[in-house]
């Protein structure tokens, strides 16, 4: 690994992992945006101060508490809060939580991470963290999620703020997590701040287009690589792992601009729909419901297959989006989806793919696109909100839904140009990585050393 690093690289790729041992996804995401810094290594030597790079993989600031609560039984539970702040130096803070059992400091660290370049490429003056806890939702009541989200904002909201930090939603934390949470802030502050926390609902300070905007953001940002090889999203075949927030309305868009999506997953296996995925079934099973996707092949009956053991990957399609967590498209994954033809794969999750199976998808010219540039929508579109609140003013769906679509290309755009401009066309991680990273370093460079 080490090996492949620029000479000026190498020793702070290796002080990463002394300063984070066991940190294993906290390494894979940093060692792959130095790793893209190999052209301007030797030449860009304001971007590659070693002041800079160090503090740009040394997080602001980190947080970590107890989060006790009461289930239903009266038994007192104990999870674990954290919060990474990792670079403000565009704008407060700005990233999700995640309330899942995996939840721990590496992932958390490397979310945050991939934030700051993220929110980099969107264009919007917002800087880098993420946080969550190792709370389960899934089997819990709706009292139960309250008071959980109760006694984590009892410690967060000292930290947040629309200046400082700004939460929204990750997988296990959709509008009514964020309701909960928003509640609490508001009770404890006695302000009604709403510019601290993004992914409210409609009637209390949300944005049209949020629920949609990161699986509607990923297939916009599709739409553009197709259309930069002459060809669009009619008639392909498409397969999108997850069956949450992202992969809903990935599914839902790449339908409406002509595709047929044949499957999705949950983390107990996937269906496959040869007539196309029925949306409206599955967010009814989904989000009304809370049902597993055992439900929507009931209900859907006949034709629908659900397929327990194996991978979803193994369905052939000409596009893959996997919206469900990190790593979950391995190198044998990426090889068969190769062998079965696809054509673009699109991360509308944070770091599906492994680099095993970026490494394959991109020698075979397989156009692949990093999450921190087609995922960026959800987070761009949260921007859009703080702007709403800001201004005390509420916009339609369409005008919102625009604005994303602008964000998205100009990503797209971005992100080629650069990569084209620094010798790697085609690259799109290449593009992503360089084109974030200088524009965060530049503001490092002129906020001085803070
Ligand atoms: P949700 O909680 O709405 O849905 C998550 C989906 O992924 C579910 O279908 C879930 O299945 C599946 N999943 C989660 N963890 C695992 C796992 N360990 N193994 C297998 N399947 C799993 O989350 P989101 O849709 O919001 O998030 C999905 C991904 O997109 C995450 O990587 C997130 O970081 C990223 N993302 C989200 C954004 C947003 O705005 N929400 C913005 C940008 C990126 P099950 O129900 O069985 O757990
Ligand atoms: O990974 C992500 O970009 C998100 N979970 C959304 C973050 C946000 O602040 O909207």
Redesign the pocket.
Known sequence: MVENLHPNLAPMYEEVLERNPGEKEYHQAVYEVIHSLNPIAGQRSEYMQWSILRRMCEPERQIIFRVPWTDDEGNVRINRGYRVEVNSALGPFKG?L?F?P?VNLSIVKF?GFEQVYKNALTGMPIGGGKGGSNFDP?GRSDAEVMRFCQSFMTELYRHIGEYTDVP?????V?SREIGYLFGQYKRITNRYESGTITGKGLTWGGSRVRTE??GYGTVYFVKEMLADAGDDLDGKRVVVS??????IYAIEKAAQLGATVVAC????GFVVDEQGLDVELLREVKEKRRE?LTAYAEARGGSVRHVTDGSIWSVPCDVALP????N?LDGQAARTLIDNGVRVVAE???M?CTPEAVHLFQESHVLFAP?KAS?AG??ATSALEMQQNASRDTWSFEATDTRLEEIMTGIHRRVVETAEEYGQPGDYVAGANLASYMKVADAMVALGVV
């Open positions: 999700g995640r899942h995996s979310l899934k929204a939603g990750d997988i296990g959709g905007a990161t997850g069956s949450g927030n992202v992969a997953s949950d983390s107990n597993r919206c469900a967590t990190q979950e509308g999750a944070n599906p999450g995922n959800g987070v």
